[in-house]
Structure formats: structure tokens, C-alpha cells
């Protein structure tokens, strides 16, 4: 039986937030506030021209989960990018599901070691 572990909920916005930082990799672009900066696991994303990821990403909001098994998980899915390694021990992958994006996230790293990276 998989097992999905929340990790955070990425809310597309156009607006400005405070905190957020423009990423830059793997071809994509988008500004992020911080990991761990809500304490209810949201981020906002805000995506500038030019920022290469498929429309439904920066439209519809997007849950996170955590998984042991990040290709096991994709196994029959509608991969809608990935999977990448963007940092060392932090690889994920989006997908579509029913219309709703989904990103599926394998990670070394603990939350305090994600939060870090993002000061």
C-alpha cells in the first residue's frame, strides 16, 4: 500500500508575497515563498512570462505529498513534469490527476534541512 505523507499545498498567485524567492532551474522559473514559512504547509507560487511549466500548474492549486518511493508512485500516472532532482536528496515529479495537479515529492531531507535552504 502506498503511502502519502502531506508535505505542503502550492497556491498559484499573481500577486507579490512576502518572503518569496525567484527559482530558477531545470528550464523552469517561478517565485516561491519559503518552505515551512506557513504553518499550515502553504506556499504561494507566482510564475513570470517565460516560466515553462504546463498551464494547470500556475491556474490550479496543487497538493504535495511526501513518498518512500517516488517512481513506484508514478507508475500509470499523467506525468505532467519530471522527475527532476532540483537539489541533492530532493527529487519530485507533477502529475494530473482528474484535473487536479499533484506533486509527489522523495526527500533525505528533513523539514528544519528544507526550511534552512530557503533562508
Not at 504561494?44 to 511526501?66: N, S, Y
Request: glycine share 10%; aromatic share 12%; net charge negative.
Amino acid at each position: 500500500m502506498k503511502k502519502y505523507r502531506f508535505h505542503h499545498l502550492g497556491i498559484p498567485t499573481d500577486e507579490k508575497k512576502d518572503g518569496e524567492e525567484l527559482h530558477e532551474m531545470l528550464g523552469f522559473r517561478f517565485y516561491a515563498t519559503p518552505y515551512g514559512a506557513n504553518p499550515y504547509g502553504v506556499q504561494w507560487h507566482r510564475f513570470p512570462e517565460g516560466h515553462g511549466f504546463p498551464e494547470i500548474v500556475t491556474k490550479v492549486p496543487h497538493l504535495a505529498f511526501q513518498v518512500d518511493d517516488l517512481d513506484e508512485v508514478l507508475e500509470g500516472k499523467k506525468i505532467l513534469f519530471g522527475p527532476h532532482e532540483p537539489i541533492s536528496g530532493y527529487r519530485c515529479a507533477m502529475v494530473e490527476d482528474d484535473g487536479l495537479p499533484v506533486e509527489f515529492v522523495e526527500t533525505s531531507l528533513s523539514d528544519e534541512d528544507l526550511e534552512e535552504l530557503d533562508s
